[in-house]
């Protein structure tokens, strides 16, 4: 290596020369001692002749655990050696994105970090006794071995690793594929697990461009926030409520958040959670970098107790009469149903959330959707519970347009006036028109047809609208005509 042959280098070569000539003039006993001492401390004379220090990193910590540190080093240098080592290894590692490069075996590659040169080197020993450990039986040990001048001990380990652990881990996230999580029906584990592949991004998303700003830079703040949570001492992890009518975009939202900050999602299924030791165990194994989602918030439990009990009653009554928020009947009766056998509490969600044991895990988001935020305990939701409270509401002309451009590449058009009045007079969902105006054949489907569609249809709701007025008020009118409060 370039750097032995410093100082000591040109020493040791002195007293290797003065040997050759003189070792033939000692007696054979005193020749063969030396030569059985240098043998064997020869390594330990040169490492404490040398001004070079060295850090090895195994592959285990122990028998059940991977070094953390060797899996950061290994990410870190993979992105090195993709441009700059001569020698790599190259896998595709189940859950990653993409073809994963690493440093080849017992391959050497230099570091510069600010101006400070360092050397890595991947090793791959063979050993007689197999290595056995939880994760896999065999002849071989690695290791990443880190070589740098004595001089830089303090900035290597307080600067320089930190770094590369932090780079590393980075790298590590990026490249890994990313995952939706739910709790299985017996409620205990996070055990049905897939690929998130959900396409939803925020520039897709219909709604007022001030608001999704807003929610954009929260985001982006948080991400990068975890100094500011050290400081001000509070766990690292947010809180968002979501509410609006059903097809308002609550879910599309949550994984345009996924997508945007690369994090996992939890999908908790808390009818499923049998108690709130359950769900403490599920929010332990949760891991960082994740969106924990709880969707139907108003409906997962009796967490209100009699409050709730009346005002629930009063709205299904209401509900009856509105098609719209009947849609999720179904649904909501089985949820009532297996909600009757969960004796999670409200204390315990409210542990769950800001409890000592949140703090378990850092970067995470905590995600509440409802299609009734009125129903919900205020001290469910209040700040600092529920960072950020966000309306989805229906679908008015700045949402159109921006459906229109992501449906049909439109701009503008002659029908855009039109169609934006009728949405500003009655309440459709932007659902409802990504549904009306999506073609149903790119062959023979034009974008002016879907908008005529979308036309037509608005045209048929507001007429719609305007019988079910004339209908309320002709039954209030026989109501009070019949109670005598006004005469025929
Ligand atoms: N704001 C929006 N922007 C773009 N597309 C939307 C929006 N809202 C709804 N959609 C479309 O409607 C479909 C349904 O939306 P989504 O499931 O996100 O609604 P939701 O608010 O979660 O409804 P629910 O309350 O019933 O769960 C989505 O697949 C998406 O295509
Ligand atoms: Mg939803």
């Known amino acids: 290596m370039e750097m032995f042959s410093s100082q000591f280098g040109s020493n040791l070569a002195g007293l290797m020369f003065i040997w050759t000539i003189y070792r033939h003039y000692l007696p054979p006993k005193i020749h063969e001692a030396i030569e059985y001492f240098t ?3 020869t390594h330990k004379l040169a490492s404490f002749f040398s001004p070079y220090l060295d850090i090895t990193f195994n592959e285990y910590s122990n028998r059940f655990n991977r070094n ?12 090195k050696s993709s441009t700059e080592a001569k020698s790599m290894n190259a896998n595709y590692d189940e859950g990653a994105k993409s073809l994963l490069i690493k440093l080849g075996d017992n391959e050497e590659i230099m570091d510069d970090y600010s101006g400070v040169q360092v050397w890595w080197s991947f ?48 790298i590590t996230n990026r490249n890994k594929k990313r995952k939706l999580y739910t709790n299985g029906d017996d409620g205990e584990m996070w055990d049905n697990c897939i690929d998130f592949k959900h396409p939803a991004r925020f520039g897709m998303l219909a709604m007022e461009e001030a608001k999704k700003q807003m929610i954009l830079e929260d985001l982006q703040w948080f991400k990068g926030a975890k100094e500011y949570y050290a400081q001000i001492g509070k766990p690292w992890k947010r809180g968002y409520l979501l509410y609006g009518p059903p097809g308002t975009g609550k879910s599309t939202l949550v994984a345009a958040m996924a997508n945007l900050l690369d994090y996992d999602i939890y999908d908790l299924e808390l009818t499923a959670v ?9 929010l332990i194994e949760t891991t960082c970098k994740s969106i924990i989602l709880i969707e ?11 409050r709730a009990e009346k005002k629930e009653g009063d709205e299904e009554k209401a509900d009856e009469k509105d098609p719209l928020k009947n849609k999720h009947a179904g649904e909501k009766e089985a949820k009532d149903k297996k909600k009757k056998g969960s004796d999670v509490t409200l204390s315990g969600l ?8 949140s703090a378990c895990g850092e970067e995470r988001i905590i995600v509440f959707t409802t299609n009734h935020v009125d129903k919900l305990d205020p001290a469910l939701i209040r700040p600092g519970r529920m960072d950020l409270h966000i309306e989805l509401s229906y679908c008015r002309y700045e949402a159109f347009k921006m459906l229109a451009k992501n449906y049909l590449r439109l701009e503008s058009h002659p029908l855009f006036e039109t ?8 309440d459709v969902t932007p659902a409802d028109v990504a549904e009306n105006i999506m073609p149903r054949s790119l062959k023979t489907t034009t974008a002016e047809d879907c908008l005529k ?36």
């Not at 953390?68 to 992105?79: K, T």
């Not at 049998?274 to 599920?282: D, G």
């Not at 409210?350 to 044991?357: H, V, Y």
Request: net charge negative.
């Open 419 to 426: 169609i934006g009045n009728l949405l500003e007079e009655i």
């Open 68 to 79: 953390e540190a060797y899996d950061a080093i290994q990410s870190y240098l993979g992105e």
């Open 123 to 170: 090793v791959k020993q063979h050993v007689e006794q197999p290595v056995i450990s939880y994760y896999r039986n065999s002849n071989e040990l690695r290791h990443y071995t880190l070589v740098f001048h004595a001089k830089h001990r303090k900035f290597i380990l307080d600067k320089y690793l930190p770094y590369v652990f932090e780079e590393g881990e980075a």
């Open 274 to 282: 049998k108690n709130n030791k359950q769900l403490r165990r599920l």
């Open 296 to 306: 139907d918030i108003d409906c997962s439990l009796d967490l209100t107790g009699q």
């Open 453 to 488: 569609k979308l036309f037509v249809y608005l045209e048929k709701s507001k007429k719609e609208k305007k019988l079910k007025a004339e209908q309320e008020l002709m039954l209030e009118g026989g109501e009070k005509l019949a109670s005598g409060e006004i005469s025929g």
């Open 350 to 357: 409210l542990n769950f959330i800001d409890g000592i044991w």
């Open 39 to 41: 043998s064997r401390y």
